[in-house]
């Protein structure tokens, strides 16, 4: 039999310290199905006296994971710290350097670095592998890369974290507040004591660039990115959406229009019998629209260390098979550099939810600035509050009410315009909340 493959891991948190357990129960498969073994040599973390609940003693300790990654006792280096720059990076690019192939489950990196980091691992020959860095235990990236050859992708769309679906599916179904769900998520360990990364969309954004490369080919944009979180999402909101027949989730959406590659992550009304609207909680999913298979929707656990960790071992199982991929799924050189497609020139429909006084020619006055932005509308809805419609029955009070408009097809620059006119109108008495409709 042909030699194992040698392994170093660092980082040995949530994710590591599952893939040392995962390879340990799987091995023989592991083996069988590559025609070689895999054995873990060495790992590193910070802290070697950390209880991991599990046996260190097989492999050899470095407390510096760059001296791992340049170890010639490995072939294959797995990055498990986590962060953009720092160790990560130096783990990585020292790995790469040295002849080692790369797993990660590191989004930031992939995100920031990506594409330097594909550059210097073809000049030396090895590859990069990082199924778990999008959608945790979802086999996204090998589904993009090897098994959808026949196909040609016009648009990609999903719910890549967890925290915010989590959010957004408890303020629907208990219809509680945006502060309140977030708490329960951080007591619950579904979010972080900073929570802006993941609920102001940043996560999704990284996720979200590796997913477009792979799926148009292109070189890797983060920063073409538009993004938006759920922070000013009102249980309001989440109410409207059902009786209009949708659901809000936040979504990162990547598709090919006329003018270029259009990346952008926003709180998304989706229709709700479509696939993507079941997915609840912290649940991820993926939706790939395309020529052959049409549309094609993966749903699985987006995170967590076993879930994260299978995806991880995948990796490995690859590398001792040999079956290796340019990391974006083709060689440099040939990676297309899209033209971003601004924002301004997005067109689809919109939910704009508009905060009137209640007294005679606001509505007019809203559809006359609508119709002068070219902005049909599909509905137009309007709700007192219940305090405000016990209060007043005949609503004769000119308080406040919710006047809803879906519009047909429209494009973001007019909807932007529209609103600010209302708004310099003095028409509205809070700012508006708008959120963009993709249809399936
Ligand atoms: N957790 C998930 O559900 C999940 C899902 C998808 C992707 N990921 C990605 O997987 C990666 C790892 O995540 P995780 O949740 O396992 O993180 P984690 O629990 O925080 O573990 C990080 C590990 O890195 C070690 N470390 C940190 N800085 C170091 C340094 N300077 N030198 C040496 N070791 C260092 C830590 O050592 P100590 O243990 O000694 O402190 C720890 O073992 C990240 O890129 C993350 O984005 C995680």
């Given amino acids: 039999m042909t030699r194992p493959l040698k392994v170093g891991i660092a980082g040995l948190g949530t994710v590591g310290a ?9 091995n023989e498969t592991v083996t069988q199905r590559g025609g070689r073994s895999v054995e873990v040599m060495a790992v590193s973390a910070r802290d070697k006296a950390k209880d991991r609940g599990i046996d260190l003693s097989p492999f050899t300790w470095f407390d510096d994971p760059v001296d791992l990654a340049r170890s010639a006792d490995v072939d294959c280096v797995v990055e498990l710290v986590g962060g953009a720059d720092g160790a990560a990076f130096e783990v990585v690019q020292t790995a790469l350097s040295h002849g080692r192939h790369v797993v990660t489950a590191n989004k930031a990196l992939l995100a920031k670095h990506g594409l330097a980091l594909a550059k210097l691992a073809e000049s030396k020959g090895v590859s990069i592998s990082f199924e778990a860095s999008v959608a945790g235990g979802i086999p996204i990236i090998k589904t993009l890369r090897e098994a959808l050859p026949g196909n040609e992708v016009s ?20 219809g509680l507040t945006f502060q309140e769900c977030l708490k329960d998520a951080q007591r619950l ?18 996720k979200l660039a590796i997913l477009t490369s792979l799926a148009f080919g292109t070189e890797i944009d983060a920063e073409a990115i538009y993004v938006e979180g759920i922070s000013s999402i009102t249980p309001l909101d989440l109410a409207m959406a059902k009786e209009l027949g ?12 006329d003018t270029g590659i259009e990346q952008r992550v926003h709180p998304t009304m989706v ?8 997915v609840m909680g912290v649940t991820n999913a993926v939706t790939i629209d395309a020529d052959a298979v049409r549309e094609l929707t993966l749903i699985g656990p987006g995170a967590g260390g076993d879930a994260t960790a299978s995806a991880v071992v995948a990796d490995i199982a690859d590398l001792a098979a040999g079956v290796a991929q340019p990391l974006f799924g083709k060689p440099v050189d040939q990676l297309e550099k899209a033209p971003r497609a601004p924002m301004q020139r997005h067109e689809g429909g919109y939910y704009i939810r508009l905060t009137v006084h209640d007294r005679p020619g606001v509505a007019a006055g809203v559809a006359t600035r609508m119709a002068e932005e070219d902005i049909s509308l599909e509905s137009i809805l309007q709700k007192r509050s219940e305090i405000a419609a016990t209060q007043d029955p005949h609503g004769r009070s000119g308080a406040p009410v919710s006047l809803v408009l879906i519009t047909y097809a429209a494009t973001e620059a007019s909807i932007r315009s529209a609103v600010e006119k209302i708004s310099r109108d003095g028409l509205i008495a809070e700012p508006p909340q708008v959120i963009r409709i993709e249809r399936d």
């Fill in 18 to 26: 599952s893939v040392i357990r995962i390879l340990e129960r799987r």
């Fill in 155 to 174: 648009r990609l769309y999903g719910i890549l974290n967890g925290t915010c679906n989590y959010i957004l599916s408890r303020m629907e179904l208990e």
């Fill in 189 to 206: 360990g579904y979010a972080e004591a900073d929570p802006t990364f993941d609920v102001e969309g940043f996560d999704t954004a990284h």
């Fill in 246 to 257: 949708f659901r809000i989730k936040l979504l990162g959406v990547a598709e090919r229009t």
């Fill in 271 to 278: 229709p709700r019998t479509s696939s993507i609207a079941q």
